[in-house]
């Protein structure tokens, strides 16, 4: 069992800063990327951003040079800086986590999502 716990959401004004944060916990011997997804209302789910533990990053195109993604692989932690916020990165926010169990299985697991708001 792995367990995310999300933080971080809110209401923000255009062109504002939120800081989400995802911790992993659980049965976990090594996390092989991080990352968070979105869903707006009446969109499909996109890929946000994602980190590697070789420390690879991919962006969506929307997002690149206003979100960065971090990882602090001590605390098996997640962090989406998100500068620049426009109304239309309204979403519910997902973290996700692809990783080797101790049995060496791989697997994923999903935050329950927090949203984010961009509205004046």
């Known amino acids: 069992q792995v367990q995310l716990v999300e933080s971080g959401g809110g209401l923000v004004q255009p062109g504002g800063s939120l800081r989400l944060s995802c911790a992993a916990s659980?049965?976990?011997?090594?996390?092989?990327?991080m990352g968070w997804y979105r869903q707006a209302p009446g969109k499909q789910r996109e890929l946000v951003a994602d980190?590697?533990?070789?420390?690879?990053?991919r962006y969506a195109d929307s997002v690149k040079g206003r979100f960065t993604i971090s990882r602090d692989n001590a605390k098996n932690t997640v962090y989406l800086q998100m500068n620049s916020l426009k109304p239309e990165d309204t979403a519910v926010y997902s973290c996700?986590?692809?990783?080797?169990?101790?049995?060496?299985?791989?697997?994923?697991?999903w935050g329950k999502g927090t949203l984010v708001t961009v509205s004046s």
């Open positions: 980190l590697t533990n070789g420390g690879r990053t």
């Open positions: 659980g049965s976990i011997f090594s996390i092989i990327v």
């Open positions: 996700y986590v692809d990783l080797l169990s101790p049995g060496y299985y791989r697997m994923d697991s």
